[in-house]
């Protein structure tokens, strides 16, 4: 019997076995399947490689640390592990469904929580970054940890981004990056505590179900300023005002977050650059340029 199979016999029982794999649409990285049990359960299946196994495990971590939360809804992790020649990652099947203003109030409300929950258990040594470094879409996310927000983002996130990014600047233009980091922290800001952050929050990466409750899936996840989480949700746009009207209420927006956005955003830019190639120059050099 192989791993997959000995999975669904614990968790669902001996006599239950897959009955149909059908392939699910959407994913950037991984093949993504729905599969129908025998008992007439569902569950979702994501697989890649055997040796890719540590993104599902990074993965798990970082769904089951945001569900301790309690907040939003969030699928339950049924296991990651290999076989064969691939590695997959089981998780609680989300019926998709129909947005509803409530949805997005639901959605804004539930992020506003889960960045309101004690974060301080997640990131040990520190007070923001998280266990284990973890993946930002394909890309490596280092989170050692470190006492304030202003180092951890200086030297976590942008830092690693544009050392991997240096081929695409001259000399000019690193000096002008290294005097940039150098002043960076005099534009961020510590948040009154440390949030727990999904980390890739684009819309994409949440789902409504059938019920119109939201639910957050494939995060990046780690312990920083929460206003990173709501810059990414600006960037490629897909949440309306319900969502940020229902966020502020519950948990505010300071006054400063504007100037900062554009900064928390520029790890995002740097690290689809970095992935996906120099189409995404010309958005990293405008956001340089507007805080030199
Ligand atoms: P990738 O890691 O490749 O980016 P995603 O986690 O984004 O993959 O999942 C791919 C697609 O599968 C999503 O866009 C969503 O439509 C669907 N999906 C993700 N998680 C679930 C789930 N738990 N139940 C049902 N469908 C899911």
């Known amino acids: 019997m192989n791993r997959l199979d000995e ?19 959407g994913g950037d990285i991984n093949r993504a399947y729905a599969l129908d049990l025998s008992g007439g359960n569902k569950v979702f299946m994501k697989a890649n490689s055997r040796s890719n196994i540590g993104f599902f495990k990074a ?90 927000w202003t180092e951890f983002f200086i030297e976590c996130r942008l830092l690693p981004q544009f050392e991997r990014a240096a081929e695409y600047f001259d000399r000019g233009e690193r000096k002008k990056i290294d005097s940039f980091l150098s002043r960076a922290d005099n534009y961020l800001a510590e948040p009154d505590h440390p949030s727990l952050l999904h980390g890739d929050l684009w819309s994409g990466n949440y ?16 312990v920083g300023h929460a206003e990173a989480d709501l810059a990414m949700t600006e960037l490629f746009g897909g949440f309306d005002r319900t969502f940020y009207e229902a966020y502020r209420s519950t948990a505010g927006i300071d006054p400063g977050y504007k100037d900062r956005k554009d900064l928390y955003n520029l790890y995002h830019m740097l690290n689809h650059l970095n992935l996906f190639g120099g189409g995404y120059l010309y958005s990293v050099r405008s956001i340089i340029n507007r805080y030199i």
């Open 207 to 222: 789902m409504i179900d059938r019920d119109g409750h939201p639910w957050l899936i494939d995060p990046a996840v780690y």
């Open 59 to 148: 993965e798990a971590e970082g769904l089951a640390a945001l569900k301790q939360t309690g907040t939003v809804r969030i699928p339950e992790v049924i296991d990651a592990g290999e076989d064969g020649s691939s590695s997959f990652l089981l998780l609680e099947f989300i019926e998709s469904g129909t947005r509803t203003k409530g949805s997005s109030e639901e959605l804004g409300t539930g992020l506003a929580a889960m960045h309101m929950a004690a974060a301080e258990a997640y990131a040990r040594g520190g007070k923001f970054g998280f266990s284990h470094d973890n993946y930002i879409g394909a890309g490596e996310q280092i989170n050692s940890p470190r006492d304030t």
């Open 7 to 25: 999975v669904i016999k614990r968790e669902f029982g001996a006599g239950i076995s897959v009955l149909r794999r059908t392939p699910v649409s």
